[in-house]
């Protein structure tokens, strides 16, 4: 079973939204924290948002502040990405990730043990 699945990316105007889900293996979503991440053309992959397992705890890249929201569901084995407000600078291929064991580097890819194969988000003028 793949780990991570992601989707819900696509094509959307600059202002509008889109959700982006993360479907989980059962060991995958035990994990002590789930995040997204974002890479762009020629761009190295940066951290934009991370929850931890029992959900309480959030964190977000200063860029998507007050316009991303990271959740999770529990039963369903899924983490979800709203994205509101759309930027052209927000264009990426996302990926979700989980990490298995407690670490204080949330933002940083080493940390993750399993990784989704990623989803196309382009944002358009």
């Known amino acids: 079973q793949v780990p991570l699945v992601e989707s819900g990316g696509g094509l959307v105007q600059a202002g509008g939204s889109l959700r982006l889900s993360c479907a989980a293996s059962?060991?995958?979503?035990?994990?002590?924290?789930m995040a997204w991440f974002r890479q762009a053309p020629e761009k190295e992959r940066e951290f934009v948002a991370a929850?931890?397992?029992?959900?309480?705890?959030?964190y977000y890249t200063d860029s998507v502040k007050g316009r991303f929201t990271i959740s999770r569901d529990n039963a369903k084995n899924t983490v979800y990405l709203q994205m509101n407000s759309l930027k052209l600078e927000d264009t990426a291929v996302y990926y979700c990730?989980?990490?298995?064991?407690?670490?204080?580097?949330?933002?940083?890819?080493?940390?993750?043990?399993?990784w989704g194969q990623g989803t196309q988000v382009t944002v358009s003028s």
């Open positions: 990730a989980a990490a298995i064991a407690y670490t204080p580097y949330l933002t940083l890819g080493r940390e993750y043990d399993y």
């Open positions: 059962a060991d995958a979503f035990s994990s002590y924290v």
């Open positions: 929850i931890t397992w029992s959900g309480g705890s959030t």
